[in-house]
């Protein structure tokens, strides 16, 4: 329990029933590389998280350990339209975030800092995040704003100005498309069928090395975090299952020779745009 939690303010029923049906954010230009042709589509692979429009309401991650603020916090949210998981551990945060369009984020957690929750967290996702905290001082909202928080609001918060900032703060943010194929040479990666080739030659992967492939040829020439990688495919960027992550990766070498996978020591992967 954090001691200095305050209570949320009950602004009475009716609160927050405004219309949030309208906000739609823009998708990125494809990428232009020539090398490596992406397509676009609706496709989701698993793991992935932001939609483009929120005329369904967003799904919010409430981290907060305190129960009466948390279901404040989740039926003023649920009256605006958004569905909420809340969570009171920052392990969990880390677990759940792979759906949620926004998370709220208290900094004093059950099992760790919000302030360490968010470094955490921001290792592999621009998931926008609004600090809400009791914390006050200048130098906890410097620190959580370095740490990549998009806004820091101090309990107790009203609640009209919490629903405002959710959604100028999701206005603000482009999520990453997703690619539902991939073309590098002579492989190409049909994300949505789950169905890989090598000129004529069909691969059979497992779906933890399918998931590897993708977590790193949809961004091809870019380095990719180990983290980012568990967190893609295992949905948990902190697992202790690295062990069997590099067995993974080097089936996936074996079974796709024609793939050019770099390792970058003590930064992760690049999956080469020319095979
Ligand atoms: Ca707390």
Known sequence: MDALSSRMPSDGPGD????????LVGSPPPATDPYVRLT??????????HRHAYDEGMHV???EDDGSVAAALVSALQRAGHSCTRVARGSDLLLRHHDAHIVLLDLGLEDMDGLDALRRLRAVSQVPVIVVTARGDE???VKALSLGADDYLVKPVRLHELLARLVAVTRRYTPPDEP?????GSIDIDIEARRVTAGEREVSLTPNEFGILVSLARRAGQIVTRRQVLDEVWGDAYATSSRSFDVHLGQLRQKLPEATITTVRG???RFEHRP
């Not at 927050?16 to 906000?23: P, S, V």
């Not at 676009?40 to 998280?49: A, D, I, N, Q």
Request: no cysteine; aromatic share 12%; net charge neutral.
């Open 180 to 184: 539902m194929r991939v073309l590098a």
């Open 267 to 269: 930064v992760g992967y």
């Open 139 to 141: 130098r906890s909202t």
């Open 40 to 49: 676009f589509g609706s496709f989701r692979p698993p793991g992935s998280t």
């Open 16 to 23: 927050g029933d405004e219309a949030y049906a309208d906000i």
């Open 61 to 63: 991650l409430v981290a």
